[in-house]
């Protein structure tokens, strides 16, 4: 028994099978709709500096990251803008298994190379939904922070703003890690995940603080309440059929 064994609820479905994108499953649905309110509220959140980079973090890991930001992404594509989604949890990634493709090249082959101007369009991947185009990780490096926080990150960020409408990334969770402090201090925005029941509130109160120190826009936060909404209809074939409530709330900035 080791004495410094955490309690967690951690997950590593969508590691292996990539998110649930019910999005694209059942648009109609409940969720789905949610999804699109979560959307229309971050978009509201940029009247003035129009929202066009984007990050989803949480406390912890396995608190709905990959499935939020997967599934927003999907709605602002929906809604006909250009979206790119990039994969920059590069300790957690899942954007290759949620679309089902090769991950041997990706950001981190971007980020490593040696090539003084980088190749990204041969890395961005169209998916079959219109208007959504991917970067997923790429191998998993040695040093993710590193690679996250580097002067090449910032450019791609800055390149990849020019050609699509939004640009919206999966991170790291803020506590565990220093991956996603400095790179989400670049970002027009973050959104923070919040499991219900699960993120516990000085985690929660801690990641604020850390956001707010690195400078961070803090757009408000995705209440991912398990079970709340329950539409155990719903079947992804994974073996469970509980649903998502998502709630969204900007008003503890
Ligand atoms: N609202 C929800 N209802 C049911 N399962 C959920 C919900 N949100 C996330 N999950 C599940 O929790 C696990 C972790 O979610 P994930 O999106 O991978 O989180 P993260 O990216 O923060 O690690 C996955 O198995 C996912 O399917
Ligand atoms: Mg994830």
């Known amino acids: 028994m080791s004495l410094f064994k955490k309690k967690t609820n951690a997950s590593n479905e969508t590691i292996r099978y990539g998110a ?10 409940v969720i789905s709709e949610q999804f699109r309110t979560i959307r229309t509220n ?3 959140m940029g009247i003035d500096h129009p929202i066009k980079t984007l990050a989803f973090t949480s406390a912890n890991i396995s608190e709905g990251k990959s499935t939020v930001t997967d599934n927003i992404a999907v709605v602002w594509a929906n809604a006909g803008k250009r979206v790119l989604l990039i994969d920059a949890d590069l300790r957690r990634p899942t954007l290759h298994q949620t679309f ?3 991950n041997r090249e990706g950001l981190t082959t971007i980020l490593t190379s040696d090539a003084l101007e980088m190749d990204i369009t041969n890395m961005i991947k169209e998916t ?6 991917i970067l997923t990780s790429g191998p998993i490096p040695p040093n993710p922070a590193e690679l996250l926080n580097s002067q090449r990150m910032q450019a791609l960020i800055a390149s990849v703003e020019q050609s699509y409408d939004v640009v919206i990334l999966d991170v790291p969770p803020i506590l565990a890690v220093s991956d996603t402090q400095a ?3 670049h970002l027009d925005g973050v959104v923070l995940v919040v499991k219900m029941g699960q ?15 690195a400078h961070a826009n803090i757009l ?3 209440m991912n309440d398990v079970g709340r909404n329950g539409d155990s209809a719903y ?3 994974y073996g469970y059929g509980y649903g998502y409530g998502y709630g969204y709330s900007s008003d503890n900035k």
């Open 20 to 29: 649930k994108l019910i999005t694209v499953k059942d648009p109609k649905n």
């Open 42 to 44: 971050i978009s509201f």
């Open 100 to 102: 089902n493709i090769s």
């Open 128 to 133: 079959e939904i219109d208007n959504l185009s």
């Open 183 to 185: 790179l989400v201090s």
């Open 199 to 213: 993120t516990e509130k000085a985690g929660l109160k801690r990641s604020v603080e850390l956001l707010k120190l």
């Open 220 to 222: 408000g936060y995705v």
């Open 235 to 237: 079947g992804y074939g």
